[in-house]
């Protein structure tokens, strides 16, 4: 059977790296070039700061409408769905701002892991502005933790009866199946799995990362994760402003995800997880 979910076939991506650290292909190279090491780090990092330019230019934009949403919220102590999405959005935007100074220091796993947490804050947001989630609301402003496998499959069940999916589907989409796999990949950061761990490697020194070169690597390979976290920021604010309907603010979330240049999914990458997970239209 052919590998299509995210999940599939992580031993044997382990296995490629350990080949290719083992042909000591790279460790070659640093001997006949001692600078490559350092030339390859300057770029990353070059690029990593250029490539987060319009996203540190949209931050302080995203932090105003999330100072404007306050007004929804007539005390901070309120138990309220709105109240619990306030909170919750500003948590993951701090995630996000401390994301992006990871990113720049060339701290990947750092960078991963902290993602994680900031979707993880913001599926509940999306969890207690949906219909009958009183209880765990409740559950939560007790300080109870609430798992967020149930954030996902509430975001399966909402999203599958929206007219923009139903109107293009002809069966649900498995949108659980891609949120439980994406969750699964940041949960292997969280949990100090092997592969993440082969991350910290240097291959040219085949050794710990002591002078960042694979962090600043890795770093420049995830910078979408930190965009993603962004876009996601905004979904939740727009999902808020829809509850409220302020469509002002719901329409800047969407002037404000252009400009940062992530507004919309490549017609390609879309087919791509279309495929891999068998998706097909009406």
């Known amino acids: 059977m052919a590998k299509k979910r995210l999940t599939d076939g992580l031993d044997e991506r382990i296995s490629e790296r350990i080949t290719k650290l083992k042909s000591g292909k790279a460790s070659k190279a640093y001997l006949a070039d001692l600078s490559l090491p350092?030339?390859?780090?300057?770029?990353?990092?070059a690029k990593i700061k250029m490539s987060l330019a319009p996203l540190e230019i949209a931050l302080p934009k995203i932090t105003e409408i999330?100072?404007?949403?306050?007004?929804?919220?007539?005390?901070?102590?309120?138990?309220?769905?709105?109240?619990?999405?306030?909170?919750?959005?500003?948590?993951?935007?701090?995630?996000?701002?401390?994301i992006m100074f990871l990113?720049?220091?060339?701290?990947?796993?750092?960078?991963?892991?902290?993602?994680?947490?900031?979707?993880?804050?913001?599926?509940?947001?999306?969890?207690?502005?949906?219909?009958?989630?009183?209880?765990?609301?409740?559950?939560?402003?007790?300080?109870?933790?609430?798992?967020?496998?149930k954030a996902r499959k509430q975001l399966h069940q909402s999203l599958n009866k929206h007219p923009a999916i139903t109107e293009k589907f002809s069966s649900p989409i498995p949108i659980s199946d891609v949120t439980n796999d994406i969750y699964a990949i940041y949960s292997l950061y969280t949990h100090?799995?092997?592969?993440?761990?082969?991350?910290?490697?240097?291959?040219?020194?085949?050794?710990?990362?002591?002078?960042?070169?694979?962090?600043?690597?890795?770093?420049?390979?995830?910078?979408?994760?930190?965009?993603?976290?962004a876009l996601n920021i905004l979904l939740r604010l727009q999902h808020l402003f829809g509850k409220v309907e302020d469509w002002g603010s719901f329409d800047e979330c969407t002037r404000i995800s252009k400009e940062i240049g992530q507004s919309d999914a490549r017609p390609e990458e879309i087919k791509k997880i279309f495929d891999r997970y068998g998706i097909q239209g009406k």
Do not use: C
Request: hydrophobic share 35%; no cysteine.
């Open 103 to 149: 990113a720049k220091k060339g701290k990947n796993l750092e960078l991963v892991d902290l993602t994680r947490s900031g979707i993880e804050s913001l599926d509940l947001a999306f969890l207690f502005l949906e219909e009958g989630q009183e209880e765990r609301l409740a559950k939560w402003f007790n300080g109870k933790i609430i798992k967020n496998e």
């Open 66 to 98: 999330l100072k404007n949403t306050r007004k929804y919220v007539p005390h901070i102590w309120d138990k309220s769905g709105l109240t619990a999405t306030y909170l919750l959005i500003g948590k993951a935007l701090s995630n996000l701002e401390t």
């Open 192 to 229: 100090s799995s092997y592969g993440a761990i082969l991350d910290m490697v240097d291959v040219f020194r085949e050794d710990l990362d002591f002078d960042g070169h694979a962090g600043f690597h890795y770093s420049r390979q995830y910078l979408h994760l930190v965009y993603n976290l």
């Open 38 to 45: 350092e030339r390859m780090r300057e770029d990353d990092e």
